[in-house]
T-cell receptor, first 110, second 112 residues
Framework: EDQVTQSPEALRLQEGESSSLNCSYT??????LFWYRQDPGKGPEFLFT???AGEEKEKERLKATLTKKESFLHITAPKPEDSATYLC???????????FGSGTRLQVQP | KAGVTQTPRYLIKTRGQQVTLSCSPI?????VSWYQQTPGQGLQFLFE???????NKGNFPGRFSGRQFSNSRSEMNVSTLELGDSALYLC???????????FGPGTRLLVL
């Protein structure tokens, strides 16, 4: 059974204080690891897709990396508008549907 | 390009009633998936449709059903509503199965 664990559950940062969010996963044959951002009351917004260990992708202040057991979402010099819940999901060869983690609630204070 | 749209955005029902939610995917996308999101269980997969056929199903009771039309629009139905069905129901579309999914704003269902 595919499993995704995200840590920490919640993170409070000061504006400009860089940090990383962790997504540990267990999957039979990774077919993709996905990062989404979700604002309260809205649907998840797609950020990145990673397919193989060693892959990295960047977008503005965000950078996602992937190893064989986990993924990190690095946030460099965050701004208050980066405050949101960040969700990680995996798709494996077995189940094929996305399995989501419970998310990390990020709050960036000015 | 317009995103995924879902209607209605908010819905209040009573126990025992049934409800139908609608989803229009991004133009050109042929795969539609449905998810239930609750504070306790997070995002859970309901089912996935491609070319009007259900391709994958999550672990939900038979009260939850769906369908997809020839224009890729999809509907999901929940019959005999229970209090525990109160949730945000999210639809996501992708060009093909197993590609990146893009989510709609969701339908918030409250069952009283």
């Amino acid at each position: 059974e595919d499993q995704v664990t995200q840590s920490p559950e919640a993170l409070r940062l000061q504006e400009g204080e860089s940090s990383s969010l962790n997504c540990s996963y267990t999957v039979s044959g990774l077919r993709g690891l996905f990062w989404y951002r979700q604002d309260p009351g809205k649907g998840p917004e797609f950020l990145f897709t990673l397919y193989s260990a060693g892959e990295e992708k960047e977008k503005e202040r965000l950078k996602a990396t992937l190893t064989k057991k986990e993924s990190f979402l690095h946030i460099t010099a965050p701004k208050p508008e980066d405050s949101a819940t960040y969700l990680c999901a995996v798709r494996g060869t077995g189940r094929r549907a996305l399995t989501f983690g419970s998310g990390t609630r990020l709050q960036v204070q000015p | 390009k317009a995103g995924v749209t879902q209607t209605p955005r908010y819905l209040i029902k009573t126990r025992g009633q049934q409800v139908t939610l609608s989803c229009s995917p991004i133009s050109g996308h042929r795969s539609v998936s449905w998810y239930q999101q609750t504070p306790g269980q997070g995002l859970q997969f309901l089912f996935e449709y491609f070319s009007e056929t259900q391709r994958n199903k999550g672990n939900f009771p038979g009260r939850f059903s769906g369908r997809q039309f020839s224009n890729s629009r999809s509907e999901m139905n929940v019959s005999t509503l229970e209090l525990g069905d109160s949730a945000l129901y999210l639809c996501a579309s992708s060009f093909l199965i197993e590609e990146t999914q893009y989510f709609g704003p969701g339908t918030r269902l409250l069952v009283l």
